[in-house]
């Protein structure tokens, strides 16, 4: 359940994303490209996002902690990055999906993408039961 209510908020703040146009970050629906195709995009981006940030995430994060340490996490807006320039890459290869003009605009969404997460990170936490 975790993981579903992940990958919606996921593709709700790559939608915000692709909202603002000075981010140069798109997606290509499926075709025709309507509406529900582009929730679907967007579910299908999403879901790969979370995987790419679960697998791949994590190894980078192991390998890279001590720059974690000497950077004092900024290294992590950087990873982030580079998370969602391989999305990218990985959907590049379809006719649909995520498009990010540069490497620093994907820095960007990134940071973007992570506020929106820990924003309804926040709204969406259980609380505890007292």
Do not use: C
């Not at 790559?14 to 025709?32: D, G, S």
């Not at 995009?41 to 902690?65: D, E, P, W, Y």
């Amino acid at each position: 359940m975790r993981f579903l209510i992940r990958v919606v908020v996921n593709a709700f703040a790559i939608w915000v994303v692709t909202l603002i146009p000075a981010l140069q970050v798109t997606v290509i629906a499926f075709p025709p490209g309507e509406t529900l195709q582009l929730v679907l995009t967007l579910l299908a981006v999403a879901a790969i996002f979370a995987l790419v940030n679960t697998i791949i995430g994590t190894v980078i994060r192991i390998v890279a902690f001590p720059l974690y340490i000497l950077t004092l996490g900024l290294i992590s807006l950087l990873v982030n990055g580079l998370l969602l320039w391989i999305t990218a890459w990985l959907t590049h290869w379809w006719s649909w999906g995520l498009r990010v003009e540069d490497f620093w605009w994907g820095v960007l969404a990134a940071l973007v993408i992570t506020l929106i997460n820990w924003v309804f990170g926040i709204i969406l936490r259980p609380q505890k039961k007292r």
